[in-house]
């Protein structure tokens, strides 16, 4: 099974940081969208279906709450997982995008354990379909 993750970030560095974290982890089989804030988010979702959206807190035109609050507006998108990933720590603020509607909050820096941890706490576990013991596929006896 492939996962869709959008990940959403008006940071291009940050966005290749959080897909090759996810990528280290071992997640899984994943394709990755991505977009630089919550209304380019949006667009993506008008035409792709996520099984789970990472999003940067801080961003320009739409953060990361006010994605969240859209997406709960839509019957279509509302159940989406959303994960916050952010610089900012403090309880009040996880609180917050708790309250909103996240699904989970992981701080920057992160580690792919951290991650993968999470990842499957919202999406269980995904069997990484490009390494499967039981494929003979690409062998030539």
Same mark, same amino acid.
């Given at each position: 099974?492939?996962?869709?993750? /959008?990940?959403? +970030? *008006?940071s291009l560095p940050m966005r290749s940081v959080i897909i090759k974290t996810i990528k280290a982890s071992g997640f899984g089989t994943v394709n990755f969208f991505q977009a630089a804030?919550?209304?380019?988010?949006?667009?993506?979702?008008?035409?792709?279906?996520?099984d789970l959206i990472v999003t940067d807190y801080n961003m320009p035109d739409m953060d990361g709450i006010q994605?969240?609050?859209? /997406?709960?507006? +839509? *019957?279509?998108?509302?159940?989406?997982?959303?994960?916050?990933v952010t610089?900012?720590?403090?309880?009040?603020?996880?609180?917050?995008?708790?309250?909103?509607?996240?699904?989970?909050?992981?701080?920057?820096?992160?580690?792919?354990?951290?991650?993968?941890?999470?990842?499957i706490q919202l999406l269980g576990e995904i069997p990484d379909e490009q390494c499967t013991e039981d494929s003979d596929d690409g062998l030539d006896f």
């Open positions: 099974m492939t996962v869709n993750i /959008l990940v959403v +970030d *008006d804030n919550g209304i380019e988010a949006l667009d993506v979702l008008q035409n792709e279906w996520m994605l969240i609050s859209e /997406l709960k507006k +839509d *019957d279509g998108l509302h159940s989406i997982p959303v994960i916050v610089t900012e720590g403090s309880q009040q603020r996880v609180e917050e995008f708790m309250e909103k509607g996240a699904a989970g909050y992981i701080r920057k820096p992160f580690k792919p354990e951290e991650i993968k941890v999470l990842l």
